[in-house]
């Protein structure tokens, strides 16, 4: 048994010097991650998550509904409103990207349509998207106030999440990369173990009375300090640089940490099983990350994924993972919401 | 006493049969040599004795052992330098070793083991940052770390140079030095020759000589060949002639003022040569006798070319 754990702990100290003596893994798994995470949360995050658009209303401002949805507009604190220029000018603002939107009002009488003009190279973005829901309650309120039927309005933005508290932009994102970063340790981790392969270090191993079982265990040992690293890293730099609020559910976090990071490693176990050459390896690994990272809703909410996608998105497993770490460290939950 | 046994060992890959029907017994103490051409079974045979690859058929026993129902005894009591060097890269001589060391129920002390394979100025190096020849020596360091009664050595000096080599070499004569039974593959005849007790030679799979380096030498005709080179051609075509009547003289071939002469009594024909020569005042300006060696064994039992 002493024996043993000797043994385990030499193993143990071995390979975690022949990780961290590896440039290529301080690049890949720690500094790669970190780049990544401060890129999207620069792109998508956009300086502490207050949604501003600029927008232009047009047309004949003429009765109650008009007045009430340019009023409202005004009001919400979110729209910065033009109400004087002409349509055609408005237009070309638009397309130049100097408008993020243009709503046309309707003509005269109390029934018609607004209308909702987007710059077509930017319809998927966010700031579009959150425009046509704005648009829409305030043309919710309009209605209402046509028919009388609605007390004082306002509008406030606000993105309600499922959880304790609301989901910002930057714990979604954090929570994401968390997920995303221990999964690509698990898929790529195992290129040291490939590249032991061939040169014959299994092999050497094999030759003298070591426990390949200890071999490992010592193995997975590393994997669970790497994840340690890259959480704690990704978690503070999210915390401290983007102000990104975590609610941490230690129990559920824990559990989902552990078994994410040995499902991971096994996963990236398999691969290393299957693939002869580092070469394989790598291919199988990227292309396996490639589809995670997208499909799974690490950067992009996964309802946003067009019909035909988001079975794709169901079967990958890190879309369980993103969304358990979510659950355990953005909204709290407990561990009996599975 | 026999440390080592193989009888009537075969493996096959395929259809191509690796190794038929090798047998031969290895003694305490001795330095055992299996020479080859590359592909001719070496590591293969070496791999079954050492338990990585099962035989077809055929059986080996190690220090009385086998690997069916002894594999973890074997593994303590031996100690393995495989073709591939196989080190951690980024660990250093000191590190690799330590590690080995924690393999083995007893082991011997790695500044010992540094002493030994002349690494103790590398210690702290990683590997990664070794010669060929250090990262050579640390993997036969490594083989020896757990004292074993059999070192098995699998091409220990390929793709190294010549300096490189020697240090190898002095690191097996020390072994021998000290009663350690080594077995040891090659495919350089002069490395057999000088580091052997004995010497099996295999091609295609078979055993085609096995005996000391001395007696397989000496299993070979006596002929020798002599070659001589004169000043002109003139004097190389008279004396060809003359050699001709010397009734040692088996074959004879000339080559403007080269003369090779093999010859069943080389001292005779060269005697009844340089009389010629003086009688004739010619001019000799070299003379050389080649020794007979491991290379000529291989081409008589094979009939091939030694290709290094």
């Not at chain 1, 720690?30 to 956009?46: H, K, Q």
């Not at chain 1, 606000?158 to 999964?183: H, N, P, Q, T």
């Not at chain 2, 500044?111 to 103790?120: F, S, Y």
């Not at chain 2, 080179?229 to 403007?256: I, L, Q, S």
Request: glycine fraction near 10%; charge should be neutral; proline fraction near 3%.
């Amino acid at each position: 048994m002493a024996k043993s754990l000797k043994q385990l702990r030499m193993l143990f100290a071995a390979q975690i010097k022949e990780t961290f003596r590896e440039r290529q893994v301080w690049f890949w798994q720690i500094l790669f991650p970190v780049l990544l995470l401060v890129i999207f949360m620069v792109i998508f995050g956009g300086g502490g998550g207050d949604f501003s658009a600029k927008v232009a209303i047009v047309g004949e401002r003429s009765g109650v509904a008009a007045e009430t949805f340019v009023a409202s507009a005004e009001a919400s604190g979110v729209l910065e409103v033009e109400k004087d220029l002409a349509p055609g000018e408005a237009k070309q603002r638009l397309k130049d990207n100097r408008l993020d939107a243009v709503i046309v009002l309707p003509g005269s009488g109390d029934t018609g349509e607004f209308r909702l003009l987007l710059n077509a190279e930017r319809q998927s973005g966010s700031t579009a998207q959150a425009i046509g829901s704005i648009a829409g309650q305030l043309t919710a309120a309009a209605n209402q106030a046509v028919t009388g039927s609605a007390p004082a309005f306002t509008l406030k933005t606000e993105y309600v999440s499922s959880g304790s508290r609301e989901l910002e932009v930057a714990d979604f994102l954090l929570s994401g990369m968390i997920a995303l970063s221990i999964a690509q340790s698990g898929l790529f981790g195992m290129v040291g173990l490939v590249e032991m392969r061939r040169k014959g270090i299994l092999k050497r191993l094999r030759m003298t009375p070591v426990n390949m079982r200890l071999f490992g265990i010592a193995n997975m040992g590393v994997k669970f300090v790497l994840s340690v690293v890259q959480l704690a890293l990704l978690a503070a730099i999210g915390i401290l640089a983007f102000g990104a609020k975590p609610d941490f559910a230690p129990a559920t976090f824990l559990l989902t940490f552990v078994v994410g990071t040995l499902a991971f490693t096994g996963l990236g176990y398999l691969t290393a099983s299957v693939s002869k050459t580092l070469e394989s390896y790598m291919g199988i690994a990227n292309i396996a990350s490639f589809v995670m990272m997208f499909l799974s809703g690490i950067f992009i909410d996964i309802n946003v994924l067009p019909d035909w996608l988001k079975p794709v998105s169901k079967v990958l497993p890190l879309t369980y993972f993103a969304e358990s770490v979510r659950g355990g460290m953005v909204y709290g939950s407990g561990l009996e919401c599975g | 006493m026999q440390v080592l046994e193989v009888s009537q060992v075969s493996k096959s890959f395929g259809d191509v049969r690796a190794v038929q029907q090798v047998s031969f017994a290895v003694d305490k103490g001795e330095v055992f040599t299996i020479i080859g051409p590359n592909g001719a079974g070496k590591t293969t045979t070496l791999e079954m004795i050492e338990g990585l690859q099962r035989p077809d058929s055929g059986a080996i026993t190690v220090l009385g052992m086998t690997w069916d129902r002894d594999a973890d005894r074997i593994k303590m009591r031996i100690g393995v330098q495989p073709q591939a060097s196989a080190l951690f890269d980024l660990l250093t001589v000191e590190e690799n070793l330590a590690l080995f060391a924690s393999f083995y129920d007893r082991h011997r002390p790695v500044a010992e083991i540094m002493e030994l394979v002349n690494l103790t100025d590398h210690r702290g190096k990683r590997v990664k940052a070794l010669s060929g020849g250090q990262k050579q020596r640390l993997a036969i360091g490594l083989g020896l770390i757990n004292d074993p009664d059999i070192i098995f050595l699998d091409e220990p000096t390929t793709g190294l140079d010549p300096q490189a080599r020697r240090n190898i070499w002095d690191i097996v004569l020390r072994l021998r030095g000290i009663g350690k039974t080594t077995v040891l593959t090659t495919h350089y005849m002069e490395e057999a020759e000088q580091l052997s007790d004995r010497v099996c030679i295999i091609d295609q799979g078979r055993i085609v000589a096995m005996d000391t380096p001395k007696a397989l030498i000496g299993r070979l005709t006596r002929e020798r060949e002599i070659h001589l080179r004169f000043g002109a051609d003139a004097e190389a075509a008279a004396a060809e002639g003359a050699v001709r009547t010397e009734t040692n003289a088996a074959r004879v071939e000339r080559d403007g003022p080269h003369l090779r002469v093999r010859s069943r009594k080389p001292e005779a024909t060269l005697h009844h040569l340089l009389g010629f020569a003086s009688d004739g005042g010619w001019s000799i300006e070299q003379i050389s006798i080649r020794e007979l060696s491991l290379e000529d064994v291989f081409i008589a039992f094979t009939g091939k070319e030694w290709r290094d």
